[in-house]
């Protein structure tokens, strides 16, 4: 099995800042592709970031030059520098990752979700 944890969402005022994380465990082989998404009550979950196991990044447009997405690949950890947070970055984030689990099977698995309300 394998999970992926999050921590480090919360409530936070405009133009402020939160790091979140997102820690793999269990029996991973290796990891390649680590992203965060978001989703808001009733919308689409929908990318925010991904970094590649070589470290390349792609963000959707509205986070560019606010967000940073960074790993540390032997703690099998990403992470999410969220800076001049708005109100429209309110949403639950989640963190996937495609595993490549300990007997060679590669899927991609969630993490629960942590909640990240920008409010005044």
């Known amino acids: 099995q394998v999970q992926l944890v999050e921590s480090g969402g919360g409530l936070v005022q405009p133009g402020g800042s939160l790091r979140l994380s997102c820690a793999a465990s269990?029996?991973?082989?290796?990891?390649?592709?680590m992203g965060w998404y978001h989703q808001a009550p009733g919308k689409q979950r929908e990318l925010v970031a991904d970094?590649?196991?070589?470290?390349?990044?792609n963000y959707a447009d509205s986070v560019k030059g606010r967000f940073t997405i960074s790993r540390d690949n032997a703690k099998n950890t990403v992470y999410l520098q969220m800076n001049s947070l708005k109100f429209e970055d309110t949403a639950v984030y989640y963190c996937k990752a495609n595993v490549v689990n300990t007997v060679r099977v590669r899927r991609d698995y969630w993490g629960q979700g942590t909640q990240v309300t920008v409010s005044s």
């Open positions: 269990g029996s991973i082989f290796s990891i390649n592709t």
């Open positions: 970094i590649s196991s070589g470290g390349s990044t």
